[in-house]
Every structure is written in structure tokens, then in C-alpha cells.
């Protein structure tokens, strides 16, 4: 089978990063805008309605909890097969494919066994209101049932990008996505299945796209080439993927944990600020758009420096540092004021019965769309340090400057009487992503310098 894999070694750079990176953002936001469906439809027609959007959008920090754990490690398994295909060893690339399928399996295993067992009480645990839990535990225990396809999708698409290819996994998402929507408003207005109607339909679009990921794979005629008979784990790959992806993956899961206080702040707020907890997770919802460009060029710096460092290039890696930062920061604030000005009519497509919770989701995408290139920047400096290998730093950095920095904030700051209140637990995000890239930047310019000297005296 024909491959269209991008050059990430060779060649100019500007040109071919926008390319790569362009079908990275499209996958991202075509698969918020299919979540979101599930949102606007289970609110639009579902019997329970901005109850409804609640009880989906508010177990997402949770959620990502316990899945962002391994889909960091799948960041990991990029970097190893990018590490691979620099340095065109074709043995450890073959055995770090072949390594990557079953241990997401597993993950995904793993996964929805704790996911079923702890949704409800780790919910009441947030403080998640009387009024939305039972809705928030039927969509958490179906969604986590079907964790092993979203692993195997996840994972499988890590592969096929760090060989360049990263159009495949956008058109695999537009097919499995088309199918989640039809199938919402299939299992919601014509059954009246309400939140279970949309998690079902996750579930089975998630099952399709892990398909079609397997099938790419089993179908290339490159080094990446997935052979069913030799799946398993080799001992070198596996290691090798831990030592970068437990980084990752302890690094996604804090912001999840930092997330996770925040909600339960929000939560808690809600018997004082109507609708703070519907706005909120309206907001998010629409802000996680935002995310998904600066996780494309996230993806992208990642992947072209692990081909890069793979293949001894540091001066490319350079290049590459340059353009990234440029690109994304123009992109995000692009986006950032684009989000804040049309940000009412934008919440009135997932909210139509609380004039309070709009309001509310107007004040938080204020509060942090605008900064929003600060956490583009910092997105982009730790792809670049896992491309690197040097994924341990940037989990550390987000203990500190996210986990902790967090934590504190909500037990000092918003403690204060006159800072009890949404804007303050909001205000803590874009501060913490400036702290967090300040201090990866620093180790970003240090160790690539020292890289180049080594370079240039070795030549």
C-alpha cells in the first residue's frame, strides 16, 4: 500500500510542518465538534435538558483523569517509533509497533474497569450536585465500557503520525464521527435514551475508528507495517516507551487533578452562582476547541524533533523550535479573540432554558480564551522536550507549576472571601500556564545549546 509520509528530516521545514500540523488541528477539533454533539443534541432533544449538558460536561475532568494517563503514554510510543524511524533502525521501529497495539489494549482494559468501578463515587466526591449525579454515573459507566477501541485508536494514531502520516487518522474520525452523530440522534430522538443514547453512540464510533486505524496499519508496506502473528511485548520497546510515556502520562493526569479541584470548587459554587456549573462545562466544552490547534502543533514539534534527535539534526530541532512557537502563538491568539467575541452565541447552542448558566460560560471564556496563547506556547515547549527524550522535566514542571500552583491557589486566593468566586478559580489557569512554560523555556534554550555544542565540536 502507497504510504504519504512527510520528510521530517530532510528538506525545508515551514511549508511541510503547516501541512503536517494542518490535518492534526482539523482531527482535534472534528473530534470536539463530534463530543459536542452529544452535548448540543442530548440538550436540544433530550428529556432532561441543560440537567442533561451537566451531567455530560462535568465528568470530563474526571474522565481524563483516568484515561489521560495512557493516552500520554501513547505520546511516548510517537516519540519511540519517531526515535526509530530517525535513526532508520528498522528492528526497533518494527518492535515498537508491534509492542504499542497490545499494551493499549491493556490500557484501555485497565481503564474501564477502574472507570466503572469508581465513576459514582468519585463524583459525589466533587461535589457534583444531587440534581445531575445519576445522569453524570449512567454516561461515565458507558463511556469507560468502551475504553479499549478509544486506546487502540489513540495509540494506533501515535504511530502513523511519528511516521509523518497524519491525514489518515482525519479521515478515519470523519467516518467513525458522521456515525456517532447519526446515531445520537438515532438513539435520543427516536428512542428517548437521553445521556445513555449518546454514550452508547460514543462507544460504537469508538470500536469503528480502532478499526480502521488497525486495518492502516496492517495494510502499509513500510517499516511500520502491522503483522497480527507478531504482536507482543519486546522488553526494549516497552522500556523504552515507559521511559517516555509514564512521564507524559503522569504529566496529563495532574492536569486532570488540578481540573478535578477546580470542578469540585465550581460544584460547590453552584448553590450560590446559578448556573455556574452548566456555563462552565458549556464553556469548556467550546474552549476545548481552542486546545485542539495548540495540540496540533504540539504534535507536530513533538514528532519532528524525535525524528530529528533520531537522526543527530539538533540545528533542525532548533528551526523547528523557532517555527513552532511563532506559529502557534499567532494561531492561538487568532482563535483566542475569535472565542471571546462570539462567545454568547456560541453557548446558546448548547444552553437554551438558563439565561444564567450563558452568562456564566461568558465570563469564564473571558477569564481564559484571551490568555489562551500562553498555554499554546507552553503546549509547544513540552512536545519539543519529549521529542527530545526529556519527558521527566515537563511532568515535573506540571506538578509544581500546575498541580501544585492549583491546589494552592484554591486553598489560599480563592479562600479569601473576597476572591470566593468563579472568575478567581478561572484566573488560575492562564497564570499557571505562564509559570509552566517560563520554566521549560529556560530548560528548552540550556539543553539545546548544549546539544549544538556537542554537535558542532563532534563535526
Known amino acids: 500500500m502507497h504510504t504519504h509520509n512527510v ?215 513500510d517499516d511500520c507495517k502491522l503483522e497480527l502473528g507478531k504482536i507482543k511485548f519486546y522488553s526494549e520497546s516497552l522500556k523504552n516507551i515507559f521511559r517516555m510515556g509514564i512521564p507524559a502520562g503522569i504529566q496529563s493526569s495532574l492536569f486532570s487533578v488540578a481540573n478535578i479541584i477546580i470542578q469540585s470548587s465550581t460544584n460547590a459554587l453552584d448553590t450560590v452562582y446559578a448556573g455556574v456549573v452548566a456555563g462552565g462545562a458549556a464553556a469548556s466544552n467550546i474552549q476545548n476547541f481552542a486546545f485542539m490547534t495548540n495540540s496540533g502543533f504540539h504534535q507536530t514539534a513533538m514528532n519532528y524533533t524525535g525524528q530529528n534527535v533520531g537522526s543527530g539534526k539538533y540545528d533542525r530541532v532548533k528551526k523547528i523550535t523557532v517555527i513552532s512557537l511563532i506559529c502557534v502563538a499567532i494561531t492561538a491568539i487568532v482563535v483566542g479573540v475569535l472565542m471571546t467575541v462570539f462567545a454568547e452565541p456560541l453557548l446558546r447552542i448548547y444552553i437554551t432554558d438558563s439565561e444564567e448558566a450563558v452568562n456564566w460560560g461568558v465570563i469564564r471564556m473571558i477569564c481564559m480564551c484571551l490568555p489562551y496563547f500562553t498555554a499554546g506556547i507552553m503546549d509547544v515547549t513540552t512536545g519539543i522536550l519529549r521529542g527530545m527524550g526529556l519527558s521527566l522535566f515537563p511532568m515535573l514542571s506540571s506538578v509544581f507549576c500546575i498541580c501544585i500552583f492549583r491546589i494552592v491557589w484554591v486553598y489560599t486566593v480563592f479562600a479569601i472571601p473576597a476572591y470566593h468566586t468563579p472568575e478567581s478559580l478561572w484566573l488560575s489557569f492562564p497564570i499557571s500556564w505562564v509559570l509552566s512554560f517560563t520554566i521549560q523555556f529556560i530548560v528548552l534554550i540550556r539543553v539545546l545549546n548544549k546539544k549544538l555544542k556537542t554537535q558542532k565540536k563532534e563535526m
Open 7 to 221: 520528510s521530517m528530516t530532510e528538506g525545508r521545514l515551514f511549508g511541510p510542518m503547516i501541512r503536517y500540523t494542518i490535518p492534526l488541528i482539523l482531527t482535534g477539533i472534528l473530534q470536539l465538534f463530534f463530543n459536542a454533539a452529544d452535548l448540543v443534541i442530548v440538550g436540544q432533544f433530550g428529556s432532561s435538558g441543560s440537567n442533561a449538558v451537566a451531567a455530560v460536561g462535568c465528568t470530563g475532568s474526571l474522565t481524563n483523569l483516568i484515561t489521560n494517563f495512557f493516552i500520554g503514554c501513547s505520546a511516548g510510543s510517537g516519540v519511540t517509533v519517531a526515535h526509530a524511524l530517525g535513526s532508520k533502525n528498522r528492528e526497533a521501529v518494527h518492535n515498537a509497533v508491534h509492542t504499542i497495539v497490545p499494551l493499549s489494549a491493556v490500557g484501555g482494559a485497565v481503564i474501564s474497569a477502574i472507570g466503572i468501578i469508581l465513576a459514582e463515587p468519585m463524583l459525589a466526591l466533587m461535589s457534583t450536585p444531587d440534581n445531575i449525579i445519576e445522569l453524570s454515573t449512567i454516561y461515565m459507566k458507558i463511556i469507560f465500557a468502551g475504553m479499549i477501541p478509544n486506546m487502540i485508536y489513540n495509540f494506533g494514531a501515535s504511530i502513523l503520525r511519528a511516521a509523518g502520516e497524519s491525514k489518515k487518522p482525519l479521515y478515519f474520525l470523519i467516518i467513525s464521527g458522521i456515525v456517532n452523530v447519526i446515531l445520537n440522534l438515532l438513539f435520543v430522538t427516536v428512542f428517548g435514551l437521553d445521556v445513555e443514547g449518546v454514550a452508547i453512540a460514543t462507544v460504537i464510533a469508538h470500536v469503528l475508528s480502532a478499526l480502521l486505524v488497525l486495518r492502516a496499519l496492517i495494510k502499509r508496506s
